[in-house]
């Protein structure tokens, strides 16, 4: 599987995974056989991890939070932090885990009904944890682009340009 390539029919999906492998083979020019044979190996090498909707849910429920909390944490045992992330990433409330450098270790985000679902969970589910030394917790407040897309439309300025 040649990467540059690969690299190619990346970006194509993840631009748009709605794209069938007919119309990825045409912008391609190749074979439809050569991108199911290529897909098939990205999938199988976890490249490829899924395939996903981009929704705006602010739009679908108006009272819905996404919620951003750093979480310092004193790792135990050999395991150290991925014993901690993988009890974490399992509440499924937790859409993204990151481990960072910097002033914290996690950064988990999450997306709740409201900010007092958001306050229980972070207190009854994370700081509560033994290697939770402490958390912040952070509110979105309008997100403007998500994943290389705008989720709000550029308003063109509309005052008349006044020179000296």
């Known amino acids: 599987m040649d990467k540059e390539f690969s690299e190619r029919l990346l970006t194509l999906i993840e631009r748009d995974s709605r794209l069938t492998h007919e119309e990825l083979a045409r912008a391609l020019n190749c074979s439809v056989s050569v991108v199911d044979e290529c897909v098939q190996q990205l999938e199988d090498d976890q490249i490829i991890c899924g395939y996903h909707t981009l929704i705006n849910w602010d739009k679908v429920h108006s009272d819905a939070v996404t919620a951003l909390v750093e979480l310092?944490?004193?790792?135990?045992?050999?395991?150290?932090?991925n014993q901690i992330a993988e009890h974490i990433y399992q509440y499924p409330q937790v859409e993204t885990l990151y481990l960072m450098s910097g002033a914290y270790d996690f950064l988990v985000v999450l997306r709740e009904k409201?900010?007092?679902?958001?306050?229980?969970?972070?207190?009854?589910?994370?700081?509560?944890?033994?290697?939770?030394?402490?958390?912040t917790t952070y509110f979105t407040l309008i997100k403007y682009k998500e994943n290389g897309f705008l989720f709000t439309t550029p308003k063109n300025d509309k005052r008349m340009v006044v020179t000296p």
Request: charged share 20%.
């Open 72 to 81: 310092r944490v004193t790792p135990q045992g050999r395991y150290g932090y």
């Open 114 to 135: 409201n900010i007092k679902d958001v306050s229980l969970f972070v207190s009854e589910n994370l700081a509560s944890m033994e290697e939770v030394q402490g958390t």
